[in-house]
Each structure stands twice: as structure tokens, then as C-alpha cells.
């Protein structure tokens, strides 16, 4: 075979690889600024606040879930990042105030058995409520997850396509400079020897 066919087909690989390269980038770039609109507009929707950082509503809790919490004192949940924060540091230390660390599954089944026990059945209502919301919260923040993963995706695809794009053109400026009879396993041709 010869040295600038083998050239023609590896540089012509090459500008596919970068096409499909750019495809991935730009498809994972969609799929990111997607999620991340999504999360953002349904998550501002809900005009959740995280309190200010010196508020009773922060300093009342175990130390590690205040310093969590801290991060975004003031700010409004926008992103997954946030809803993952509210969700296991604010509502699962509250939740597990409500009946002992016990879940609305546990409680519920305890209120079926004795349904005029009025406490159980705040209890239940309230878990219910509040493992609800948690678990939309997880949600986002799994989505948003996703979303990002995307966007780094994107970055590696569009860095990839970049290097690819500049090879090709290498491969391509090669098959200009290869003589037209050399050959790709043979000796070099009596041109590309260098004079003696």
C-alpha cells in the first residue's frame, strides 16, 4: 500500500473521529444547559431560603449539619447542590425529631394499627410530608448530578475534537509533503533519501 493512500484513509478516520467527536460535545453541552435550566427553574419555583447563617434556625442544629447549612445562608435553592444540602442537613435532622429516628413507613404502619391514636397519625402525616420533600429534593439534586456530568462530558468530547481536528489537518499537510510512489512498508523511494 502506498504511504499516501494509508495517509488519505488515517487523516480521512481522523476528521470522522473529530466530527463525531464535536457531535458528543455538542449533544452532552444541550443535555447539560437543559438539566441545569430545568433544575434551576423548578427549584427557584418554590421560593425555598436557606436561613441566615446566625439564625435559631441553622444554630439549633448538630454541628456538621450548621456547617453544611452555613455554605448557603441567605441564598435561595437554585441548584442540586443546595437541594442535596437542604435535604440531608435542614429536613432528615428535623425528620428524625419527629417520632424517635423512626420513618413514615414504621410510623404509618403503627397508625393503621391504632388509628384513633391521633399522635401517630400527626406523626405519619407529618413524616410523609417531610420524606416527600426530601425525596423530591434527592431527585433534583440527581438530575442536576447528571447535568454535570454532562458538561464535563462536553468539555472532554470539545478537548478531544480540538486535538483530533489538529491531527487530521497534520495527516493531511503529510499527504502533500509524501512522495506519490512511497510505499508504506518498503524502502524509502530515491527521492526521499537524502543526497550523498
Same mark, same amino acid.
Given at each position: 500500500?502506498?504511504?499516501?493512500?494509508? $495517509?488519505?484513509?488515517?487523516?480521512?478516520?481522523?476528521? =470522522?473521529?473529530?466530527?463525531?467527536?464535536?457531535?458528543? %460535545?455538542?449533544?452532552?453541552?444541550? &443535555?447539560?444547559?437543559?438539566?441545569?435550566?430545568?433544575?434551576?427553574?423548578?427549584?427557584? *419555583?418554590?421560593?425555598? @431560603?436557606?436561613?441566615?447563617?446566625?439564625?435559631?434556625?441553622?444554630?439549633?442544629?448538630?454541628?456538621?449539619?450548621?456547617?453544611?447549612?452555613?455554605?448557603?445562608?441567605?441564598?435561595?435553592?437554585?441548584?442540586?447542590?443546595?437541594?442535596?444540602?437542604?435535604? $440531608?442537613?435542614?429536613? *432528615?435532622?428535623?425528620?428524625?425529631?419527629?417520632?424517635?429516628?423512626?420513618?413514615?413507613?414504621?410510623?404509618?404502619?403503627? &397508625?393503621?394499627? $391504632?388509628?384513633?391514636?391521633?399522635?401517630?397519625?400527626?406523626?405519619?402525616?407529618?413524616? @410523609?410530608? %417531610?420524606?416527600? =420533600?426530601? %425525596?423530591?429534593?434527592?431527585?433534583?439534586?440527581?438530575?442536576?448530578?447528571?447535568?454535570?456530568?454532562?458538561?464535563?462530558?462536553?468539555?472532554?468530547? @470539545?478537548?478531544?475534537?480540538?486535538?483530533?481536528?489538529? =491531527?487530521?489537518?497534520?495527516?493531511?499537510?503529510?499527504?502533500?509533503?509524501?512522495?506519490? $510512489?512511497?510505499?508504506?512498508?518498503? #524502502? #524509502?523511494?530515491?527521492? *526521499?533519501? #537524502? #543526497?550523498?
Amino acid at each position: 500500500m502506498r504511504r499516501r493512500t494509508f $495517509d488519505v484513509i488515517a487523516s480521512s478516520v481522523g476528521a =470522522l473521529l473529530t466530527a463525531l467527536l464535536i457531535l458528543a %460535545g455538542a449533544l452532552l453541552l444541550w &443535555a447539560y444547559l437543559f438539566v441545569d435550566h430545568e433544575v434551576h427553574n423548578q427549584l427557584a *419555583a418554590q421560593k425555598i @431560603f436557606f436561613p441566615a447563617a446566625d439564625s435559631k434556625s441553622i444554630t439549633s442544629l448538630p454541628p456538621a449539619d450548621a456547617a453544611e447549612m452555613k455554605k448557603y445562608a441567605g441564598q435561595q435553592m437554585t441548584n442540586g447542590a443546595q437541594a442535596k444540602t437542604w435535604a $440531608d442537613h435542614y429536613i *432528615a435532622v428535623h425528620l428524625k425529631e419527629v417520632a424517635n429516628g423512626q420513618t413514615y413507613s414504621q410510623v404509618s404502619a403503627q &397508625a393503621q394499627q $391504632d388509628p384513633t391514636n391521633q399522635k401517630l397519625q400527626a406523626q405519619a402525616d407529618t413524616l @410523609f410530608k %417531610g420524606e416527600t =420533600l426530601r %425525596g423530591l429534593l434527592l431527585n433534583a439534586y440527581a438530575f442536576w448530578q447528571v447535568g454535570q456530568i454532562a458538561k464535563w462530558g462536553a468539555i472532554v468530547a @470539545f478537548a478531544a475534537g480540538a486535538i483530533m481536528l489538529v =491531527l487530521t489537518i497534520l495527516g493531511f499537510l503529510h499527504v502533500r509533503r509524501t512522495p506519490a $510512489d512511497r510505499e508504506l512498508m518498503g #524502502p #524509502p523511494s530515491v527521492e *526521499a533519501l #537524502p #543526497p550523498s
